[in-house]
């Protein structure tokens, strides 16, 4: 017997291939053992619904924090538009930066966490809406927030292609080691 | 030498990792990125800076100890933040 997401499992059933892809899976996922000035994760195929991209992440530049940006596509023009709660009244034009992460003068072993959720990204009538929730602190008692960081971000990338390339990079200096990135395909 | 991580798919479809150094058009725009993410570091410290202004202006009024000064500062300060001038 076949079972399905929507009707629920039971021990026994066959899982289809049409019901199976309508979960969720990690297409990649990889830790630093090196620094890197970017992680450019390319050839994301569109057959899943929504992509969610989850980093953990650490500068090295000299400062207590620095910009996260993300980038679709290898697009590095203005073509992001963004709001932060931080800032009800500030959007952001042009700017694929989606919040701080700590750097090197910020307390040892703090990292920022963001997930990053496209619905429909590889759609290709409409922009693309990104939902972007993190945390990131740079002393332990700073939320970074409070210095130009957006941490809970509306975003949208206006472009109507599908979404192929993701980019993560730092805006100063490189990921540390330890740092992370994973995305996930969601659905069918 | 400064190297991003390139993630392409191989022939089965499965994420192949490579090191690679970076462009001269890579630094460029990390260069950029960087002043980019200044600017806005300045900005947003401007705007902490006018908020806790007003804080102190607005203490000022409720307790009747604002100059004709301080009052215009305020009114001015306080359309700036709401984004009006």
Same mark, same amino acid.
């Given at each position: 017997?076949?079972?399905?997401?929507?009707?629920?499992?039971?021990?026994?059933?066959?899982?289809?291939?049409?019901?199976?892809a309508k979960?969720v899976g990690?297409i990649y996922?990889?830790?630093?053992?090196?620094?890197?000035?970017?992680?450019?994760v390319t050839g994301i195929v569109g057959s899943y619904a929504h992509l969610l991209i989850?980093?953990?992440?650490?500068?090295?530049?000299?400062?207590?924090?620095?910009?996260?940006?993300?980038?679709f596509n290898g697009?590095?023009?203005?073509?992001?538009?963004?709001?932060?709660?931080?800032?009800?009244?500030?959007?952001?034009?042009?700017?694929?930066?989606?919040?701080?992460?700590?750097?090197?003068?910020?307390?040892?072993?703090?990292?920022?966490?963001?997930?990053?959720?496209v619905p429909n990204y590889a759609s290709t009538v409409g922009d693309k809406?990104?939902?972007?929730?993190?945390?990131?602190?740079?002393?332990?008692?700073?939320?970074?927030?409070?210095?130009?960081?957006?941490?809970?971000?509306?975003?949208?990338w206006?472009n109507t292609s599908a979404i192929t390339r993701v980019?993560?990079?730092?805006?100063?200096?490189?990921?540390?080691?330890?740092?992370?990135?994973?995305i996930y395909a969601m659905g069918s | 030498?400064?190297?991003?991580?390139?993630?392409e798919p191989?022939?089965?479809g499965?994420a192949?990792?490579?090191?690679?150094? /970076?462009?001269?058009? +890579?630094?460029?725009?990390? #260069?950029?990125?960087? =002043?980019?993410?200044?600017?806005? $570091?300045? %900005?947003?410290?401007?705007?902490?800076?006018?908020?806790?202004?007003?804080?102190?202006?607005?203490?000022? /009024?409720?307790?009747? +100890?604002?100059?004709?000064? #301080?009052?215009?500062? =305020?009114?001015?300060?306080?359309? $700036?933040? %709401?984004?009006?001038?």
């Amino acid at each position: 017997m076949s079972g399905s997401w929507a009707t629920g499992w039971a021990t026994g059933d066959v899982v289809t291939a049409a019901e199976f892809a309508k979960g969720v899976g990690c297409i990649y996922d990889t830790t630093l053992g090196v620094g890197a000035a970017s992680i450019d994760v390319t050839g994301i195929v569109g057959s899943y619904a929504h992509l969610l991209i989850v980093a953990y992440v650490r500068s090295d530049t000299a400062a207590s924090a620095t910009g996260l940006l993300t980038r679709f596509n290898g697009d590095t023009g203005a073509n992001y538009t963004g709001a932060a709660t931080s800032t009800a009244t500030s959007v952001t034009s042009g700017s694929s930066t989606i919040g701080g992460i700590p750097a090197a003068t910020a307390t040892s072993g703090l990292f920022g966490g963001y997930g990053i959720l496209v619905p429909n990204y590889a759609s290709t009538v409409g922009d693309k809406p990104a939902v972007v929730f993190g945390t990131s602190f740079d002393t332990g008692s700073s939320n970074l927030q409070n210095a130009g960081n957006q941490v809970l971000v509306n975003g949208v990338w206006r472009n109507t292609s599908a979404i192929t390339r993701v980019t993560l990079s730092p805006a100063a200096g490189s990921f540390v080691i330890g740092s992370r990135l994973s995305i996930y395909a969601m659905g069918s | 030498m400064t190297m991003k991580l390139v993630v392409e798919p191989d022939a089965n479809g499965m994420a192949c990792e490579s090191w690679v150094p /970076l462009t001269a058009e +890579d630094r460029a725009q990390q #260069e950029k990125d960087a =002043a980019d993410d200044q600017a806005v $570091r300045a %900005a947003a410290a401007d705007r902490d800076a006018m908020r806790a202004r007003a804080v102190e202006l607005a203490t000022r /009024l409720e307790t009747g +100890d604002a100059t004709a000064d #301080e009052l215009r500062e =305020a009114v001015a300060l306080n359309l $700036r933040l %709401a984004g009006v001038a």
